[in-house]
Protein backbone atom coordinates (compact mmCIF):
# COMPACT_ATOMS: atom_id res chain seq x y z
CA UNK A 1 0.00 0.00 0.00
CA UNK A 2 1.31 3.35 -1.34
CA UNK A 3 1.74 5.69 2.27
CA UNK A 4 1.01 9.70 1.70
CA UNK A 5 4.61 11.35 0.64
CA UNK A 6 5.74 13.75 3.17
CA UNK A 7 5.62 17.44 2.00
CA UNK A 8 6.78 20.64 3.37
CA UNK A 9 3.55 21.95 3.54
CA UNK A 10 -0.29 20.15 4.32
CA UNK A 11 -1.50 17.93 1.14
CA UNK A 12 -4.45 18.80 -1.06
CA UNK A 13 -5.17 15.26 -2.35
CA UNK A 14 -6.90 14.81 -5.87
CA UNK A 15 -9.06 11.46 -5.30
CA UNK A 16 -11.83 11.95 -8.59
CA UNK A 17 -9.61 12.10 -11.95
CA UNK A 18 -12.93 12.65 -13.89
CA UNK A 19 -12.90 16.11 -14.11
CA UNK A 20 -9.52 17.93 -15.43
CA UNK A 21 -11.42 21.27 -15.73
CA UNK A 22 -12.43 21.37 -12.29
CA UNK A 23 -9.58 20.16 -10.35
CA UNK A 24 -7.69 23.27 -12.70
CA UNK A 25 -10.39 25.53 -11.10
CA UNK A 26 -9.86 24.25 -7.44
CA UNK A 27 -6.02 24.40 -7.64
CA UNK A 28 -6.64 28.16 -9.11
CA UNK A 29 -8.88 28.76 -6.12
CA UNK A 30 -6.42 27.39 -3.31
CA UNK A 31 -3.75 29.21 -4.64
CA UNK A 32 -5.57 32.55 -5.22
CA UNK A 33 -4.21 35.05 -2.41
CA UNK A 34 -6.67 36.31 -0.25
CA UNK A 35 -6.86 40.02 0.57
CA UNK A 36 -8.14 41.00 4.16
CA UNK A 37 -7.57 45.29 4.51
CA UNK A 38 -4.23 45.43 3.82
CA UNK A 39 -2.87 42.28 4.61
CA UNK A 40 -2.84 39.08 1.54
CA UNK A 41 -3.25 35.76 2.61
CA UNK A 42 -2.06 32.55 0.76
CA UNK A 43 -2.32 28.74 1.14
CA UNK A 44 0.75 27.13 2.26
CA UNK A 45 -0.35 23.90 0.60
CA UNK A 46 0.84 21.15 -1.85
CA UNK A 47 -0.77 19.30 -4.32
CA UNK A 48 -1.02 15.51 -5.17
CA UNK A 49 -2.57 14.35 -8.19
CA UNK A 50 -1.31 10.35 -7.71
CA UNK A 51 -3.89 8.23 -9.49
CA UNK A 52 -2.90 5.60 -6.69
CA UNK A 53 -4.99 7.71 -4.30
CA UNK A 54 -7.71 7.45 -6.44
CA UNK A 55 -11.58 7.16 -5.50
CA UNK A 56 -10.08 6.57 -1.54
CA UNK A 57 -12.78 7.11 0.86
CA UNK A 58 -11.33 9.15 3.84
CA UNK A 59 -10.62 6.04 6.00
CA UNK A 60 -8.50 5.11 2.76
CA UNK A 61 -7.06 8.02 2.54
CA UNK A 62 -6.16 7.94 6.70
CA UNK A 63 -4.68 4.59 6.35
CA UNK A 64 -2.50 5.69 4.10
CA UNK A 65 -0.64 8.34 6.31
CA UNK A 66 2.65 7.09 7.75
CA UNK A 67 3.08 7.58 11.16
CA UNK A 68 5.87 9.92 10.65
CA UNK A 69 3.70 12.29 8.45
CA UNK A 70 4.37 16.07 9.31
CA UNK A 71 1.16 17.92 9.30
CA UNK A 72 -1.94 17.80 11.66
CA UNK A 73 -4.87 17.94 8.16
CA UNK A 74 -5.10 17.17 5.17
CA UNK A 75 -7.35 18.44 2.00
CA UNK A 76 -9.26 15.99 -0.11
CA UNK A 77 -10.91 16.57 -3.77
CA UNK A 78 -13.21 14.04 -4.24
CA UNK A 79 -15.67 13.66 -6.98
CA UNK A 80 -18.41 16.17 -4.70
CA UNK A 81 -15.89 18.46 -5.07
CA UNK A 82 -15.13 18.06 -8.87
CA UNK A 83 -19.03 18.27 -9.75
CA UNK A 84 -20.54 20.59 -7.53
CA UNK A 85 -20.32 24.39 -8.72
CA UNK A 86 -19.10 25.61 -5.21
CA UNK A 87 -16.23 23.03 -4.98
CA UNK A 88 -16.81 21.71 -1.42
CA UNK A 89 -13.17 20.46 -0.71
CA UNK A 90 -13.14 17.87 2.24
CA UNK A 91 -10.86 18.84 4.61
CA UNK A 92 -9.26 19.34 6.80
CA UNK A 93 -9.16 15.51 7.57
CA UNK A 94 -8.23 13.91 10.54
CA UNK A 95 -5.43 11.22 11.00
CA UNK A 96 -5.17 7.98 12.61
CA UNK A 97 -2.34 9.50 14.66
CA UNK A 98 -2.67 10.18 18.08
CA UNK A 99 -1.92 13.46 17.87
CA UNK A 100 -3.97 14.33 14.85
CA UNK A 101 -7.01 15.95 15.72
CA UNK A 102 -10.31 13.76 15.56
CA UNK A 103 -12.25 17.43 15.09
CA UNK A 104 -10.18 18.37 12.08
CA UNK A 105 -12.88 16.95 9.62
CA UNK A 106 -15.07 19.60 8.42
CA UNK A 107 -15.96 20.98 5.03
CA UNK A 108 -13.70 23.74 3.41
CA UNK A 109 -16.32 24.79 0.87
CA UNK A 110 -13.26 25.83 -1.70
Do not use: K
Request: proline residues 8%; contains cysteine.
Amino acid sequence: MELLPQSEHPLVIRTDFGNQPAWETICELIRAPVHEGSYEFHAYVEFLEDTGFGDLTEEGLLARVAGDYNHTFLFVVDRIATQRPEFPCDGPVQSARPDFPRDSVSNSGY
